[in-house]
T-cell receptor
Framework: DGGITQSPKYLFRKEGQNVTLSCEQN?????MYWYRQDPGQGLRLIYY???????QKGDIAEGYSVSREKKESFPLTVTSAQKNPTAFYLC?????????????FGPGTRLTVT | AQTVTQSQPEMSVQEAETVTLSCTYD???????LFWYKQPPSRQMILVIR??????QNATENRFSVNFQKAAKSFSLKISDSQLGDTAMYFC??????????????FGKGTKLTVNP
């Protein structure tokens, strides 16, 4: 079955530690996205990538880093510089980085930092 | 800054009745796309309906339809014959073109819809 997988579903880390969230897609999509969702908020864009080895900052990129070495994979690292990392993180992909095309979402990762 | 506003944080409706969720947006583009996404308790985001701004006809998908008022920058979602499975957060999203020429979605804060039996 084609889709987007995110692992793990729940992640717990101590403050000061970097943590990497996985996102893999087998839809052959060019574009991939990372969003953060907080209670009472919509989705806010962290980073996006339109093509392998290229990515752009979204609205809230500070304290995060990404890589896009393969078309299928777009991991997100939450660094110790992110002041409020506890949140629900959603990965998405689309055929092209064009709002005309539907973004398909993964099931999300709930990160808790204490 | 481009914005999408959902003025109803929470709504409820009786099963089988009709409910309308409101959304207004701000864009300077003449052609763009608007979306409604559903996020049930599982938190999986699912596209409900999409509207292309250059099309005057309102989009419909089974029990879901939109009322697209381009001049007013309004994009409401109507759910007919509400079902218990429609209970979810609903997010309105609009097109935004960045300075670099790429495009991204901007989301509203969502409306929590509860369908009561």
């Amino acid at each position: 079955d084609g889709g987007i997988t995110q692992s793990p579903k729940y992640l717990f880390r101590k403050e000061g530690q970097n943590v990497t969230l996985s996102c893999e897609q087998n839809l052959n999509h060019d574009a991939m996205y990372w969003y953060r969702q907080d209670p009472g908020q919509g989705l806010r864009l962290i980073y996006y990538s339109q093509i392998v080895n290229d990515f752009q900052k979204g609205d809230i990129a500070e304290g995060y880093s990404v890589s896009r070495e393969k078309k299928e994979s777009f991991p997100l690292t939450v660094t110790s510089a992110q002041k409020n990392p506890t949140a629900f993180y959603l990965c998405a992909s689309s055929t092209v980085a064009d709002a005309a095309y539907e973004q398909y979402f993964g099931p999300g990762t709930r990160l808790t930092v204490t | 800054a481009q914005t999408v506003t959902q003025s109803q944080p929470e709504m409820s409706v009786q099963e089988a009745e009709t409910v309308t969720l409101s959304c207004t947006y701000d864009t300077s583009e003449s052609n763009y796309y608007l979306f409604w996404y559903k996020q049930p308790p599982s938190r999986q985001m699912i596209l409900v309906i999409r509207q292309e701004a250059y099309k005057q006809q309102n989009a419909t998908e089974n029990r879901f339809s939109v009322n697209f008022q381009k001049a007013a920058k309004s994009f409401s979602l109507k759910i007919s014959d509400s079902q218990l499975g429609d209970t979810a957060m609903y997010f309105c999203a609009s097109f935004l073109q960045t300075q670099g020429g790429s495009e991204k979605l901007v989301f509203g804060k969502g409306t929590k819809l509860t369908v009561n039996p």
